[in-house]
């Protein structure tokens, strides 16, 4: 493990195949695919940022790396991808194997070109999209939280409003004292020319043809822009006084009905006016919405009470009325949104659901951040606002205008990305005909990125086979570059270059060599990925059956054991948790759809597929600590038998954290023990989990919801549904142990089944 931890810290990368499996057959064999997390823009506080630009293959345009073959009395290198001979130009002509430049030091296989004069002042621009049909009490939460976060805007970004519920209301912040808005039905989508027009951007004169900014390309002038973008340092004030005077809709709701509330028109608005003011630049559409989506092409239910809001049921038996024209409408939405190069982020807060499923293409195409909550009261709502803006160490460092693009050795193609981005459909030699996610090119969009978005990229080796002379050879590698383009939080245009190499095996006697390389949670995290996507996807797919027969192959192949004799059977450590990952999977929220809604399960794999390895893995098998007096904090067991009376346990499970008390803690607490001067150690004991709960929300986006329990109460359930259901089939040997009614199966059945059928 401490290995691939060592190459994610270096490369911000994981792969599940570390020696990779080198033909198509063998490759199919290894059943999780030759695959990559990797985080474009992780940040190395040792990485060397080259104040030049960098130099490239003039076959391939893959770039200078530490692989490359340099010949220092010829001056010329060898590209590690093509095998093309390329000059240094004359400003290397000093270059020796003394004299590195740094991309060529063999430990810089990450590293960073800002190229002078790229610099771009471009402002970034924030447009906040505010549902207004919401309670009052609703109302107050979110204009305090958003008056919290326009006091910490960056100084220079532009601010625009729009507020809707029944109408869309689109604020001229610009307007002195005066508060102008412009109005729109809610139920008719607005086209840009539309937009254009009403918004009176032409009134008593010719269109310009040059613009002064980035509106240029649609002939708005600055001073036509600022009427709608105002600099954060100016509108502050303006903007407080609009969110003050901001009521609820006004518009009556029958009691039978449900608010009005077209949140696509609004969003669309937004968009269109982005588009004609700032194309181009890192700009963010904000939509804060409080209830489901009732009015206009996003609809995702009518609002007659009498019709329920889509579930997962519906969607599986196709008979959710909407789903199908809002989904399509919001992909149109992604479409241009990235043509853009803007991102929506997503503030869903409501006890209801409001159409995140619907969303999800627009805020994951474009690289959005997506925050669900119950209320914009709810912390996990406020302190993850507060975040976003945040600077300093906890900075997300929110990135934009990101293009990502990849290089391979001949005999790999790429099938596509699972993750924050969209095709560029950028065809050529490397596309694979099989497509995965965001395929069939080797060039994707990243509006937004940040810190820790992360993509799985998933490889398909092509390679039919090899003469015997290669087989075995300790040269054989295959290289991987990965380059991102990004414009820095700073404002700068940036290029990360991350270059990899991984020695590839084929033949017999292979399978022992592969054993080592493989990264057991990477390729976890690899199938958890495919099993969301191909649920999303493939009609009548039975995920617990395609992970099963996944895992059987993975067992009967690397494991060791004799035909036929379930009991002689082991992996070696490297494989060794992989099947409790799988048991984990099969239980988690990604895979159990039916106990959430529609909107919770596509906001659980939205963070899923823009997460690293490590945080994955978490939301994929919870953590459990347990806290005692007998011993100093320890990780437990993820199964009942872990619940005892005297101890505290923590559960981590990513989006939830649950600290709960055995029932004697809890009695203890409850008679106030921990308050007297002899109980110091219990006060102690109780503060612990507390103070390691605080320091993990503290460094999570979006903050997780924190459950604090006791032994048999209600909130118990947070932590009883993420345990294994051992005490179910032996109840006797766990005292204190709390029985789940279920009937999933324990780990160690799941096992049993596991080794028979591995060893057939
Ligand atoms: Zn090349």
């Known amino acids: 493990m401490a290995e691939f931890l060592e190459l994610e810290a270096q490369d ?78 004359p400003h290397y002509a000093s270059i020796s194997d003394e004299n590195l430049p740094a991309e060529l030091f ?90 254009l027009e009403q918004m009176s951007f032409f009134l008593n004169k010719p269109r310009p043809a040059t613009g002064v900014i980035a509106g240029a ?133 409501a006890l209801d659901q409001v159409g995140v499923a619907e969303l999800k293409v627009a805020v994951e195409r474009t690289g959005g951040l997506v925050v669900l909550a119950e209320s914009f009261g709810h912390s996990v709502f406020k302190d993850s606002l507060k975040r976003v803006f945040q600077s300093g160490d906890k900075d997300l460092g929110l990135s934009s205008n990101g293009i990502f693009e990849i290089n391979c050795s001949k005999d790999i193609k790429v099938q596509g990305i699972l993750g924050p981005c969209a095709s560029l459909e950028k065809k050529g030699p490397l596309c694979s005909d099989t497509i995965v996610g965001q395929g069939s090119t080797s060039a994707w969009k990243m509006c937004g990125l940040d810190q820790s978005t992360s993509l799985c990229l998933i490889f398909e080796i092509v ?20 380059l991102t383009y990004y414009q820095h939080s700073s404002g700068e245009m940036r290029l990360r270059v991350t270059t990899l ?44 059956r395609w992970l099963d027969k996944a895992l059987i192959h993975i067992c009967s192949r690397f494991g060791n054991y004799q035909k036929e004799s379930p009991s002689s059977f082991s992996l070696s450590p490297r494989f060794s948790i992989f099947p409790q990952f799988i048991f984990n999977l099969r239980r988690s929220q990604f895979v159990q759809v039916f106990n959430n809604s529609p909107d919770e399960t596509a906001y659980f794999r939205m963070i899923l597929n823009r997460e690293n390895v490590t945080n994955s893995v978490v939301m994929i098998q919870p953590s459990l600590i347990s806290y005692s007096f007998q011993s100093a904090p320890e990780p437990a067991l993820l199964d009942v038998a872990s619940i005892a009376a005297d101890k505290i346990l923590l559960l981590d499970s990513y989006f939830t954290i649950v600290i709960f008390h055995g029932s004697t803690i809890a009695q203890w607490r409850k008679a106030g023990y921990h308050n007297q001067p002899e109980h110091q150690t219990f006060a102690q004991l109780l503060q612990a989990p507390r103070d390691d709960a605080d320091a993990i929300i503290k460094e999570r986006f979006p903050v997780p919801r924190l459950v604090i329990c006791d032994q048999h109460g209600s909130q118990a359930r947070f932590l009883l549904a993420k345990l294994n259901p051992s005490a179910t089939y032996n109840s006797d040997s766990h005292s204190g142990g709390d029985i789940i009614f279920t009937d999933d199966v324990s780990f160690e059945v799941f096992l049993d089944h596991l080794q028979r059928l591995a060893v057939q």
Not at 128 to 142: A, N, R
Not at 263 to 290: E, K
Not at 310 to 326: F, G, T
Not at 472 to 479: A, E, K, P, W
């Open 217 to 349: 390309r649609d002939g708005l002038s600055s001073e036509s822009i600022s009427r709608f973008l105002l600099p954060a340092s100016e509108c502050e004030f303006a903007l407080n006084s609009v969110l003050e005077e901001l009521s609820k809709d006004p518009w009556p709701v029958p009691v039978e009905q449900r608010a009005t509330r077209c949140t696509s028109t609004a969003l669309s608005i937004a968009a269109s006016l982005l588009g004609a003011c700032v194309p181009g630049s890192g700009a963010r559409i904000m939509a804060f919405i409080g209830g489901p989506s009732t009015e206009g092409p996003g609809a995702i239910v009518s609002k007659n009470l009498s019709e329920p809001i889509r579930s997962h049921k519906d969607l599986d038996k196709d008979s959710a009325l909407h789903y199908h024209k809002a989904v399509k409408f919001y992909e149109a939405l992604a479409k241009q949104l990235v043509h853009q190069g803007h991102v929506l982020d997503l503030f869903a807060c």
């Open 463 to 482: 390679k039919k086979d090899i003469p015997d002379t290669t087989v075995q050879s300790t040269g054989n590698q295959f290289y991987f570059q990965f």
């Open 12 to 89: 911000g990368v994981r792969m599940a195949w570390n020696v990779v499996p080198g033909t198509k057959q063998e490759a199919g064999n290894c059943v999780v695919p030759v695959s990559a997390i990797y985080t474009p823009i992780k940040p190395f506080p040792n990485m060397p940022l080259l104040p030049y630009a960098p130099l490239r293959c003039r076959n391939c345009r893959s770039v200078l790396n530490p692989f490359s073959i340099v010949d220092f009395a010829a001056k010329i290198w060898i590209c590690p991808f093509c095998f093309q001979r390329n000059h240094f130009p």
């Open 501 to 544: 190499s991984r020695r590839w095996v084929a033949g017999p006697g292979s399978v022992q060599d592969l054993i080592p390389g493989f990264d057991q949670e990477a390729a976890a995290v690899v199938m958890a990925r495919l099993v969301s996507f191909k649920m999303e996807i493939e009609a009548e797919f039975d995920p617990i």
């Open 106 to 195: 063999p430990q810089y296989t990450t590293i960073e070109y800002q190229s002078p004069g790229e610099g771009s002042s471009l402002p970034p621009v924030f447009m906040f999209v505010l549902d207004t049909s919401i309670i009052e009490e609703e109302m107050t939460f979110l204009k305090s939280a958003l008056s919290q976060a326009i006091g910490l805007l960056p100084e220079n970004s532009l601010v625009g409003l729009i507020t809707f519920g029944t109408l869309v209301h689109v604020h001229e912040l610009g307007f002195g004292t005066m508060p102008k808005t412009y109005v729109f039905k809610g139920s008719k989508d607005v086209s840009k020319d539309q937009l």
